[in-house]
């Protein structure tokens, strides 16, 4: 979901050499509204937990932002959401983006120790672009420059982003001649596009090549999601395939593509199901709150903080080299909480509603060889074997028969053993109160500490 005051990037921690391993989470600032510099810091803290760099940009709490992040060793790249035209009434100035404005944004905090910068360049990002064009971002850079600024742009232009998913090299290339102007590119599209397949890396690696072959000096940002479901009646309703998404697009990202950034989609966007900050107050009062409005419905109560235990994994053999060496039993699971064919009392089902799969999905980390047990209702212990070489999956069908409901149940078993045990938190069944297709997600094990 994106509104022109609404999306902030955090960005990563500041000591490495400017072309070393990054990693970014997208932060939708209109889900801090009602953020003061305590709840600022109790999100970069959860993101510095696992290895994320940073956050960053909204015109009321920019301040707080900076003050924390420059606290806490953080950076903030300004992104600005430029799906907006003129006469749209929720833009910052009333009209549509103007160079002044941006320039005054990225000028006030450019000599900041949070701010993240690129070759010695602000690193300015977008979401969308296109309908500006090419003439506005050199407009932009002008500007910047007779400002004192010096800014290196690398804006996600997702028109091509996603005609790149069915014809990469030609859209490539296209974006390369479109947009003389821009320095690097943001790859949004980090779901399959409408297609019941895994993302393949075609896309990632035509745009990454194709900027680095035309001599140009920004980043090549690689976007890496969970999922993908949104619900929001006259604001879209749909759904592509995710159902092990997080974990082979991170090793596509590391061992294949090899981007100059890593950018987790994201932190806190509650409406499209891919967050993994902590769920907000369900009352949608007081600090932290949020105005989740219809996504309400089918976000309390659907926990997602376990997949930061999948992010830190990967993030720290991102930026190591190596796979981490594993030192807590831990097992992430995740599960949609009633089966795809099933017509819930409320809500819609959305496009692609047939692509997930009905089932459990498991993924273990242990510190030695053990055995991980899964029961669902009456699928029935099933096992598989995960050790320390890295994480190991498994997939549950749900059963046939749901009665009242069941939850998920999981044991990792050494030698007769239950070493750990636990349940999901929701149900899933065949009577449910809403048409939901965001994943309940959790652990068993250590928690992040």
């Known amino acids: 979901m994106h509104s022109l005051a609404s999306v902030i990037l955090l960005v990563s921690a500041g000591t490495r050499a400017v072309h070393g391993a990054t990693v970014f989470a997208h932060f939708m600032v209109q889900n801090s509204y009602s953020y003061s510099q305590t709840e600022w810091e109790t999100d970069i803290k959860s993101a510095k937990q696992i290895g994320i760099d940073g956050f960053g940009w909204q015109a009321d709490r920019i301040d707080d932002a900076f003050t924390v992040a420059a606290a806490q060793d953080f950076k903030i790249m300004h992104s600005f959401d430029m799906n907006y035209a003129s006469g749209q009434d929720d833009c910052p100035t009333g009209v549509a983006w103007n160079t002044s404005y941006m320039v005054d944004k990225l000028s006030k905090h450019a000599t900041s120790d949070a701010a993240f910068k690129w070759n010695g360049d602000v690193l300015v990002s977008t979401f969308g672009g296109e309908l500006y064009g090419n003439d506005f971002f050199a407009s932009l850079k002008s500007a910047a420059s007779s400002a004192g600024l010096g800014i290196s742009l690398a804006p996600a232009l997702d028109d091509y982003s996603m005609a790149a998913q069915s014809d990469p090299q030609t859209e490539a290339s296209k974006v390369i001649s479109d947009y003389p102007s821009v320095d690097g590119f943001l790859n949004w599209q980090a779901w399959p596009l409408n297609e019941h397949a895994n993302l393949t890396t075609a896309a990632d690696t035509a745009f990454k090549s194709a900027f680095s072959n035309a001599g140009r000096t920004g980043p090549y940002i690689m976007a890496v999601s969970p999922w993908q479901f949104k619900d929001l009646n006259e604001w879209g309703n749909w759904l592509q395939y995710s159902d092990t998404l997080f974990d082979y697009r991170w090793k596509d990202a590391i061992n294949t593509v090899k981007p100059d950034i890593i950018e987790i989609l994201t932190w806190n966007d509650f409406p499209e199901s891919h967050y993994i900050r902590d769920l907000p107050p369900a009352s949608e009062t007081g600090p932290a709150s949020m105005q989740m409005g219809d996504a309400g419905s089918y976000v309390y109560g659907i926990d997602h903080s376990g997949w930061r235990v999948i992010a830190q994994y990967y993030i720290s053999w991102w930026k190591t080299g190596s796979a981490p060496a ?100 929701v149900a899933i069944t065949s009577s449910c109160a809403y048409q939901n297709y965001n994943p309940v997600v959790g652990l068993v094990g250590a928690a992040l500490s």
Not at 354 to 379: H, K, Q, R, Y
Not at 381 to 408: C, H, R, W
Request: charged share 15%.
């Open 326 to 425: 594993v030192t807590e039993d831990r097992v992430v699971y995740w599960y949609r909480i009633h089966p795809k064919g099933v017509t819930c009392s409320g809500g819609t089902a959305p496009s692609n509603a047939d692509f997930p799969t009905d089932a459990v999905f498991v993924w273990a980390l242990m510190t030695s060889e053990a055995n991980i047990s899964t029961t669902v209702g009456s699928s029935f212990n099933y096992v598989f074997t995960a050790d320390e070489s890295g994480p190991k999956m498994n997939m549950i069908p749900f059963p046939t028969d749901l009665g009242n409901g069941v939850y998920p149940m999981f044991g990792v078993v050494r030698d007769g053993v239950t070493d750990l045990a636990g349940n999901g938190s």
